[in-house]
């Protein structure tokens, strides 16, 4: 008998101990017959490490020296496992038990097929899409991320609308599958953005290399979210609004660049100013660090692996309009009414 694609569950571990009590039994009740779970530790200063050596002697356990967040610690866990799929699986995540296979099948039709996401309901509200991509991610023609079922902070309620596979511009680091020769290729997640947006950045990246990614709701998990950094949160809040620039200065041609980040920059001084005049300062200061920062690295970053530059409106999952005029504007909640049925 001939066994399925070899798969890696990979679950990035940092001081996650409650969620790892909670949540790993329905990973490894996960039915796939050619599977191995690892959790790669940031350092973690709660007892994960060893309540995972007490309770699961099976899983294999990566240890780091420090807390290298999102980007680097799943690039430096990656290196030494070897599988043909990884799945970057979120602590906070339960899985049902046929997750793994509707996903790994829509994969393996196509070879330029290289990166999916499950369905992403929240586990409080399992009716609901969860904020962390939902039904898979878009992007609008300035650069701001949004997903089928999740348009800014308002998500919406799952009654099926979102139910057929569909390409889509990024999945949710949440739960992310991919190929591993292709993150390998891409030379994995970039590490200067340490989290928030690098799995965009990665999937912009794949789609530059001709790749394409799909949203499988076939598949379904149930994620917490905001597990490590919670919503507001000031560090969180610097990480997006820096990120987000250096993406589009990886990603666009330079003649949609040069006009594409002044003007996001006037946006997000507005977000900045709406939120010192709410008297949320801090919010204030995140973001125009966040613009000294993203100015910092123009001059020092590292652009990575060449790629053909692609205009954003020849890529799937892009949204030629502005997601901020069509959602504070004219009033769109969903992503249904901003951009019609995308099959």
């Not at 991320?145 to 799952?158: I, L, M, N, Q, Y």
Request: aromatic share 14%; hydrophobic share 40%.
């Amino acid at each position: 008998m001939t066994l399925p694609p070899s798969v890696a569950i990979v679950i990035l571990n940092w001081n996650g101990k409650n969620f790892l009590e909670k949540f790993l039994p329905s990973v490894m009740a996960s039915a796939y017959e050619n599977l191995s779970v690892i959790v790669a530790d940031n350092a973690s200063t709660d007892d994960s490490v060893s309540f995972l050596q007490q309770n699961y002697p099976t899983i294999k356990i990566v240890l780091h020296p420090a807390n290298e967040g999102f980007a680097k610690g799943y690039n430096s866990a990656l290196k030494s496992v070897l599988a043909d799929y990884y799945i970057l699986l979120n602590s906070d995540v339960e899985v049902v038990p046929g997750w793994i296979s509707p996903v790994i099948s829509l994969m393996e039709k196509d070879e330029k097929t290289a990166i999916c996401q499950p369905k992403i309901l929240s586990f409080t509200q399992k009716d609901q899409f969860e904020y962390a991509g939902a039904c898979g991610g878009w992007i609008d023609r300035l650069g701001y991320p949004f997903a089928r079922g999740r348009v800014f902070d308002s998500c919406e309620k799952d009654t099926g609308q979102y139910d057929h596979s569909s390409e889509i511009f990024w999945a949710t680091g949440a739960a992310l599958f991919i190929k591993s020769k292709v993150f390998h290729e891409l030379n994995g997640f970039d590490e200067y953005f340490f989290a928030h947006q690098e799995e965009i950045d990665l999937c912009w990246r794949a789609h530059r290399a001709g790749y394409k990614i799909y949203a499988a709701p076939a598949s379904m998990v149930y994620h917490v979210g905001g597990g490590t950094l919670p919503v507001g949160n000031r560090k969180k809040v610097y990480l997006n609004f820096r990120n987000n620039l250096v993406m589009l200065s990886k990603n666009l041609p330079f003649y949609e660049l040069v006009w594409k980040i002044p003007v996001r920059i006037i946006l997000d001084n507005v977000v900045a100013f709406q939120a010192l005049l709410k008297g949320k300062g801090s919010i204030f200061i995140s973001i125009e660090s966040a613009h000294l920062h993203f100015i910092k690295w123009i001059f020092t970053g590292k652009r990575g692996k060449k790629l053909p530059k692609i205009k954003m409106k020849r890529m799937k999952g892009v949204y030629d309009g502005s997601i901020v005029w069509a959602h504070f504007i004219n009033k769109k909640k969903t992503f249904s009414e901003i951009i019609g049925d995308k099959k």
